[in-house]
């Protein structure tokens, strides 16, 4: 079906080169709004300079016509009737993807879909992991932290899916279901702990402010409790704040055993991953505009 459906929507320029257009592709991954699809193709963007390819030459931006119908005219001074049924051309914004762009697209999309996950199997994921692998060793650590971090929020929504099916379903519930996956993980602190430690406002995201080992050791606990929960069944709230706690608790146990430093000591870097993106987004602008004039 994935095959058909992607294979249904790839065009052929006139160099014989294949490409998908961001819209049709916005379609057949579910995403009803352009300003949520565009966010995913921002964070692919990202991505794609990170891991040192021409953001231009896989998202290359382009203007599509489409129809918008007239409004009714209703200056009652005028003779004649309103303008019904007549239309105009308007231009949006869409983009000729490579089919890399796609892979970072559907590799940063919403994880829950089941169409997302096709989407993954056929633009070649296995191959592209161990790409992604190899060039994770070659990355800077601001580099690796947006590589991190962008994988953390893919897998939060994984164990979020699992929280619910035990039956936490209220916001409230949920930040106590994560906070006792960080008490297990930095020996008793809650997430407002950690933040007041880091020095953090209110409005900060403690996970934004992570070196990449700290984040790394909370992929870790957030995988794992999530097949600990779909392995043992967990259908509680009760079961599921023991398991992500006990989950947590033993990826420290781990960090300790084999002699790495404990999470509540590693640093906090000076920049936010906002910051980092936005420092990013202003890095491909300049590349884009080089590569128009």
Not at 53 to 78: C, G, L, Q, W, Y
Request: proline share 4%; charged share 30%; hydrophobic share 35%.
């Amino acid at each position: 079906m994935s095959e058909k459906t992607f294979e249904g929507i790839k065009h052929i320029n006139e160099y014989d080169a294949e490409y998908w257009l961001a819209r049709e592709l916005q379609e057949v991954l579910q995403y009803t709004k352009w300003e949520n699809f565009n966010k995913v193709i921002d964070t692919a963007k990202i991505a794609c300079n990170i891991s040192k390819h021409a953001v231009s030459d896989h998202f290359i931006e382009v203007n599509k016509p489409i129809e918008m119908p007239t409004k009714p005219r209703t200056d009652k001074t005028k003779i004649g009737f309103p303008d019904l049924g007549k239309t105009k051309m308007k231009l949006i914004k869409d983009y000729h993807l490579s089919r890399y762009a796609c892979y970072l697209i559907v590799m940063n999309g919403d994880p829950r879909k089941e169409i997302i996950a096709q989407g993954q199997t056929y633009f070649a994921i296995k191959t592209r992991q161990q790409e992604y692998a190899e060039l994770f060793h070659q990355l800077d650590e601001d580099e690796r932290r947006l590589f991190a971090r962008s994988d953390i929020k893919r897998k939060n929504l994984w164990l979020m899916e699992a929280a619910k099916r035990a039956g936490i379903q209220e916001p409230i519930d949920y930040a106590i279901f994560q906070d006792f996956g960080y008490m297990g993980l930095y020996n008793g602190e809650t997430a407002r702990d950690i933040a007041k430690r880091k020095g953090l406002a209110d409005k900060n995201t403690i996970l934004d402010h992570m070196g990449s080992a700290e984040l790394g050791a909370n992929i870790f606990r957030i995988t794992q409790t999530d097949e600990v929960m779909k392995n043992n069944n967990v259908s509680t709230p009760k079961e599921a704040n023991d398991t992500h706690y006990n989950v947590g608790k033993e990826v420290r146990e781990t960090i300790k055993r084999i002699g790495a430093t404990m999470p509540e000591k590693l640093p906090t870097p000076e920049k936010g991953i906002p910051e980092l993106e936005a420092e990013q987004r202003k890095q491909i602008k300049h590349k884009s505009y080089k590569h128009l004039s």
